[in-house]
């Protein structure tokens, strides 16, 4: 199996079932699970943020919208946020802290593993003063054949010990070193995929976060993986990872149903 890091420091993969939010999700670390997929009879939903919405603030939106169509918190699967800049290993801990601290109060936690994927990437133009909501995913009951997964972001960090990363290719941009770390975070990704029983053809979002130029690895690393999901192509999001000796992050869902909420 692949070490890889989520976001930090994830090491391990490991399907745990849901029941009270009605997915499964693959086991992260403490500020995150992996990815998540939908049960039998559900599907997830996304929902997005238009427009962003001051992250204190957002906690409150998330659970306005789950009241108004009548789902628990715990069916909460994911979450996508954005950040004024990326930051030091001790600087994401610090802001860890405070976002873990508030799903505690949503006691959505399963035998102390966090159920609830996440994307966390800083935007690089326009940009923000304070942490913002972009989105997030929930479950609700659904007759849809398809099966339906949101991937948590995953970056090029290889392993960590005492707090420091290591990262494919270190500080190398080059075509070559952008290469192999998108190769790294393509390969981690799919082991989640087939521990949740999917695979790429099965995405209807694959998402690239990185300020570096992306066509060389989206044409000769990313596509070539996707199978038929290449006819949906790519986004690039001009963005960095939230940590800041990370270049790179990518995530991708499969979703039938799509919505926007303001707060």
Not at 6 to 27: C, H, Q, R, W
Not at 108 to 121: E, M
Not at 179 to 191: N, P
Request: negative net charge.
């Amino acid at each position: 199996m692949l070490v890889g890091l989520n976001e930090s420091g994830e090491t391990s993969a490991m399907l745990i079932d849901n029941p009270k939010g009605g997915f499964s999700f693959v086991k992260g670390i403490g500020p995150f699970s992996s990815g998540a997929v939908a049960d039998a009879g559900f599907e997830i939903v996304h929902a997005v943020a238009m427009p962003l919405i001051k992250l204190d603030d957002g906690y409150g939106a998330i659970e306005r919208h789950m009241r108004e169509v009548g789902r628990p918190l715990h069916a909460v699967c994911g979450m996508e946020l954005r950040i004024p800049k990326p930051l030091t290993s001790a600087g994401f801990d610090e802001f860890n802290r405070g976002y873990l601290k508030r799903l505690a109060a949503w006691d959505v936690h399963l035998d102390g593993n966090n159920p609830i994927a996440r994307t966390n990437v800083a935007i690089e133009t326009t940009p923000i003063a304070e942490p913002m909501l972009y989105g997030f995913y929930y479950t609700t009951a659904s007759s849809k054949p398809s099966r339906t997964f949101v991937l948590a972001g995953a970056g090029e960090v290889k392993s960590m010990s005492a707090g420091k990363l290591e990262i494919v290719a270190g500080d190398d941009v080059s075509p070559s070193g952008l290469a192999q770390k998108t190769k790294f975070v393509i390969d981690l990704l799919a082991s989640r995929l087939a521990e949740m029983k999917m695979t790429w053809a099965d995405a209807t979002t694959v998402n690239l976060y990185m300020v570096h130029d992306a066509n060389t690895v989206i044409a000769s690393t990313i596509l070539p993986e996707l199978g038929v999901a290449a006819h949906r192509g790519v986004t690039w999001h001009y963005t960095r990872p939230p940590i800041d000796v990370m270049q790179m992050e990518i995530d991708a869902h499969a979703v039938m149903t799509e919505v926007v909420f303001s707060g």
